[in-house]
């Protein structure tokens, strides 16, 4: 449940589950920007990093919600 504190400098901050929520929502942000650079690289910078651009595009096109695992800790 989300619920208002105050600061004590005359200011009412959100709790916790707010402040978590926000981050997921940033996180969530940072990886379709991270996703859509991904699909605009070129063929010579997909093969710096070892990715063909049939491995590049399937990343760049998975849903939001499915990132991995060890993005989400």
């Known amino acids: 449940m989300q ?3 105050n600061s ?3 200011r009412a901050t959100l709790s ?3 402040r978590g929520l926000l981050a ?3 996180n969530a ?3 379709h920007r991270s996703r859509a650079r991904l699909a ?3 063929a010579h910078l997909l093969d710096d990093i070892g990715l063909d651009r049939s491995t590049a595009d399937a990343e760049a096109n998975r849903p939001l ?3 991995p695992a060890s993005w989400t800790k």
Do not use: E
């Open 40 to 42: 605009s690289l070129d």
């Open 8 to 10: 004590g400098l005359g």
């Open 65 to 67: 919600w499915d990132a």
């Open 16 to 18: 916790t589950p707010r």
């Open 3 to 5: 619920s208002l504190v």
């Open 24 to 26: 997921r929502i940033s």
């Open 29 to 31: 942000m940072a990886l």
